[in-house]
Nanobody
Framework: QVHLVESGGGSVQAGGSLRLSCAAY????????MGWFRQAPGKEREGVAA?????ITTYADSVKGRFTLSKDRAKNTLYLNSLKPEDTGMYYC???????????????????WGQGTQVTVSS
């Protein structure tokens, strides 16, 4: 059973930065996707960024140029820069077996999920 553990998050003013990390345990896949999703109050969960086992990244248009996702073995780190109030939400780490050259940002494609970590950006 794959277990994902997130860390980081917190509260910051607009324009500030945060770092989120996700460690994966119990992986049996030879290649995998790891992604980050977020959910704001009253809104649906949306994909933010994803990374393949080879380090190829995919970003949502809303975070391109501001967020950076990197990985080191079974751990990935999401750097959130130039944060905006609309970035506020619960951020979730997710994982799935890799099935193509890119990892999708569709939550339905992901099998394993972390508990989430809160990011709050004040104006």
């Amino acid at each position: 059973q794959v277990h994902l553990v997130e860390s980081g998050g917190g509260s910051v003013q607009a324009g500030g930065s945060l770092r989120l990390s996700c460690a994966a345990y119990g992986y049996t896949y030879s290649s995998y996707c790891m992604g980050w999703f977020r959910q704001a109050p009253g809104k649906e969960r949306e994909g933010v960024a994803a990374i393949t086992s080879y380090g190829i990244t995919t970003y949502a248009d809303s975070v391109k140029g501001r967020f950076t996702l990197s990985k080191d073995r079974a751990k990935n780190t999401l750097y959130l820069n130039s944060l905006k109030p609309e970035d506020t939400g619960m951020y979730y780490c997710a994982a799935r077996e890799e099935q193509g050259p890119l990892c999708s940002l569709q939550q339905s494609d992901y099998k394993y999920w972390g508990q989430g970590t809160q990011v709050t950006v004040s104006s």
